[in-house]
């Protein structure tokens, strides 16, 4: 009787040893499993990420607007954010207000432009994006020139260059020459908006 006992409880430690073995190699093979989900997982967020980011902020019309940046000596990432906040890159879009295409061209700048560049063009050739873009990158030069902080230059593209120089003579509004307490609500949040969108693509496309 006392080997047959003996017997049984080789048995009984040799299966708790299997089951403890069992457990080790399943809890082993089930923490490889959620590792290599995990880091699959996180790859394709990071990656789902920056596609979804791309798609947000494209860089469309990449040659015209590479041309226009070396000719006129506005940075891309200006240029780029500039686009996606005023049209969202659709060469057709007509504000309310009538400004036209790409870069939201008002029909008289667009006519005081081509006089500044010189051009002879059709009125509806300012729905071509090359023309489109290269006059308000110019315009964009033209700003900066007068006010020099692009800050300053978003503002007055979107209010006008006028309004914005007596902004600029106003110390209720101003700060060591800077905007600061901009009046027209738009115009800050228009501001804000490009200035986001210059930092997005910068860091996006790695822009200096």
Not at 52 to 73: F, N, Q, T, V
Not at 154 to 175: P, Q
Request: glycine residues 6%; contains cysteine.
């Amino acid at each position: 009787m006392r080997g047959a006992c003996c017997r049984i409880e080789k048995k009984e430690r040799d299966g708790v040893r299997i089951r403890r073995r069992k457990t080790t190699v399943g809890v082993f093979i089930k923490t490889c499993f959620v590792l290599v989900f995990t880091c699959v997982f996180l790859w394709l967020v990071k990656d789902g990420t920056r596609i979804l980011m791309e798609w947000l902020y494209p860089m469309k019309y990449s040659d015209i607007i590479s041309a226009a940046s070396d000719d006129y000596g506005v940075p891309e990432d200006v240029i780029y954010a500039v686009i996606r906040t005023e049209s969202s890159f659709k060469p057709e879009a007509v504000s309310h207000a009538g400004a036209i295409g790409l870069m939201q061209i008002m029909p008289e700048t667009y006519e005081w432009l081509l006089k500044l560049m010189e051009e002879e063009l059709p009125d509806d050739a300012v729905y071509y994006p090359e023309v489109n873009i290269r006059c308000g990158v110019y315009y964009l030069s033209y700003l900066k020139r007068e006010l020099d902080d692009w800050d300053t230059v978003f503002a007055a593209y979107n209010a006008g260059i006028g309004r914005v120089k007596g902004w600029l003579e106003n110390d209720s509004i101003t700060e060591n020459g800077m905007l600061v307490n901009i009046p027209i609500e738009e115009t800050a949040s228009y501001v804000i908006k490009i200035a986001k969108a210059r930092e997005i693509y910068q860091k996006l496309y790695d822009f200096k």
